[in-house]
């Protein structure tokens, strides 16, 4: 038992950073504080205690604090420890990929616009952040649409000697082939800047001068092209909430309900909304919305490589707003401010996050109850003692034995955990043979569990029939795993969704659950997750192997070797057709590598 009376009289008042931890020395919870006694006292008092924190109070074992000398360092070292160690009743987010850009190559006499993320090498503009993959998308599709700007490789676009289909469907000028003068395509280019550049305004009046200019000299076709472009920019300013002035901000709204949080998140650049996503942190001690941005706003910008507009909105005060200014103008190298009161089309912004924040949620929530009807369903009809709180599920997939991948996803009563998705590359079997490729997956994953690398699932779906089921049993069996459910999943005779057949192994029954079936709408969502997950593990092997030269994958033969095969054969056919003396007669390929070499590409 904790001695929190005889602990709180050792504690120091200054600020710093404390980790709570179990009986087992596993950390529980990371928090920061401006005065540590008096924020460790509070979780010590006889009242007022939320019925979450009360958990985690009976299971402290241990509190070690650091000293630090502000607020505002407390707040970077325990994001820094957060981000490390993971403690379950932290606020976390799954998702802190850096955000994608577009970029506009600058080097090029005809530049290229294209989808980026990571590190910003190439000399170009970048133009971004934008909330996802899609609003990228969407955006370069309407400058192609618009502007007719390239976004092909710089290697393709080097050795084009006719227009691609880009130019059929109208949407590129065919620069590869010089179909457009370079003047004006650097014209076009400097439209799509101002675009990105948020000068819509700008733009639209130099089209249009343009257009009448066009008009005047009897150029119908360039005046139609600039009327559609100014067309298009008016449809797109109609959709936005827009201000003067360039604005950068984010916009953070929050609604809480049933356990469940959600941020939503606007991101403003140049006073446009590009996009929004939702966040659904995991949180576990019932914080309020304050509280929970507070929690998440450190986590989503400290630490990573997200660029950090001047200024974040948000829709509730926070306590310790200057502290999270400082820290992340230290990280910026900017001023960056944190906001709460607003007017104009701010205000606005707050309120649409604030409302899609409890819309999403809303959403949900319905989901999660859908879900919780399913697992108890399975339950149901299962005759199990307990809810099963995990499944696991296990696919195969190959096409004619090539590049087999096995998929493991993870369901738990929230949904998919797709950190503990796994995926195994298949070798050493007999190409095409499910069983064994079953049987090579099931041991290496329930090998790493028995070490350790993970929780055991409740259930476990094999994606299959009695044969694949009989590889799992033996694996099991084999590793000494004992308290998983197997079940065997079969399309039946009919093989359409809604006839699956079920082998419960633990009760060596065959079950056929009815087509409206809550606990079967569950193993339909789980195994075809599992396929899916297979199939792009396995096209993705497959394209790289394919993409791979024979050559690559011969001991002995490295890139210098390749490239004096290369050179001296003119390429793969004539390599594939060279005896084992020609070969040998390549400078650094001797006897016996010509010979690893020609069975190898033989196949002998």
């Not at 994001?79 to 403690?87: F, G, T």
């Not at 150029?219 to 300013?237: G, H, N, P, S, T």
Request: aromatic share 8%.
């Amino acid at each position: 038992m904790f001695d929190s009376k005889r602990f709180l009289t050792t504690v120091t008042r200054k600020p710093g950073v404390y980790q709570m931890f179990d009986d087992q020395g596993k950390v529980l919870y990371v928090g920061k504080a401006k005065n540590l006694r008096n924020r460790l006292g509070s979780y010590f008092r006889a009242s007022g205690l939320t019925a979450k924190t009360m958990a985690l109070v009976e299971k402290i074992a241990d509190i070690e604090v650091t000293v630090t000398r502000s607020e505002t360092e407390a707040l970077v070292l325990e994001q820094s420890l957060i981000k490390s160690q993971r403690p379950p009743y932290n606020v976390m987010l799954k998702d802190d990929k850096g955000y994608p850009y577009i970029f506009l190559s600058s080097k090029d006499t005809f530049p290229r616009i294209a989808f980026h993320r990571g590190a910003k090498r190439k000399k170009g503009d970048y133009f971004g952040p934008f909330p996802n993959a899609s609003s990228v998308r969407d955006s370069l599709n309407f400058l192609q649409k618009t502007f007719r700007i390239r976004t092909c490789e710089d290697s393709v676009f080097a050795n084009r000697s006719r227009p691609c289909l880009q130019y059929q469907i109208e949407r590129c000028t065919a620069p590869c082939v010089d179909f457009i003068d370079p003047e004006d395509y650097q014209a076009d280019v400097r439209h799509a800047q101002m675009f990105l550049a948020g000068k819509s305004d700008s733009i639209i009046r130099e089209l249009a001068d343009e257009m009448d200019k066009a008009s005047m000299e009897l150029a119908f076709e360039k005046a139609a092209r600039l009327r559609d472009q100014i067309v298009a920019l008016r449809r797109l300013q109609s959709d936005q909430v827009a201000e003067s002035g360039g604005a950068d901000v984010d916009v953070l709204g929050v609604a809480t309900s049933g356990g469940i949080c959600c941020v939503h998140v606007l991101f403003v650049r140049q006073g446009r909304i590009l996009g929004s996503r939702s966040y659904y942190p995991s949180e576990k001690l019932g914080l309020d919305d304050a509280a929970l941005l507070s929690a998440f706003i450190p986590q989503f910008y400290l630490g990573t490589s997200r660029e950090l507009p001047r200024q974040i909105l948000v829709s509730e005060p926070l306590d310790d707003a200057e502290a999270l200014q400082l820290a992340l103008t230290e990280q910026a190298g900017k001023d960056i401010q944190v906001v709460h009161r607003l007017r104009g089309n701010r205000a606005t912004w707050v309120e649409m996050a604030q409302q899609a924040a409890s819309q999403n949620l809303q959403s949900r929530t319905a989901s999660q109850q859908k879900l919780q009807d399913r697992f108890e369903n399975l339950q149901e009809v299962l005759r199990l003692d307990g809810l099963p709180e995990r499944l696991e599920c296990f696919d195969i997939s190959h096409s004619s034995g090539e590049a087999t991948v096995a998929s493991c996803v993870v369901f738990d009563t929230g949904g998919p955990v797709k950190s503990d998705y796994r995926r195994f590359n298949i070798e050493g079997i007999t190409a095409g043979d499910d069983y064994a490729a079953m049987g090579q997956a099931l041991k290496r994953r329930y090998t790493r569990l028995s070490n350790g690398e993970g929780r055991f699932p409740n259930i476990l779906l094999i994606d299959g029939g009695k044969g694949q089921v009989t590889q799992a049993v033996d694996a099991l069996n084999e590793l000494g795993v004992t308290g998983v459910q197997i079940i065997g999943v079969s399309k039946g005779t009919t093989r359409k969704a809604g006839f699956e057949t079920l082998h419960v192994v633990a009760e060596g029954r065959e079950l056929v659950l009815g087509a409206d079936s809550p606990a079967l709408h569950l193993i339909q969502q789980v195994r075809d997750e599992a396929h899916r997950f297979a199939i792009t593990g396995h096209r993705q092997r497959r394209d790289k192997k394919r993409r791979e030269s024979p050559l690559e994958g011969i001991p002995g033969v490295g890139p210098a070797r390749r490239r004096a095969l290369l050179r001296h054969f003119g390429g793969l056919q004539e390599i594939m057709r060279a005896s084992v003396n020609e070969l040998s007669s390549v400078e650094g390929v001797s006897r016996k590598l010509a010979q690893d070499i020609y069975s190898t590409l033989h196949n002998e």
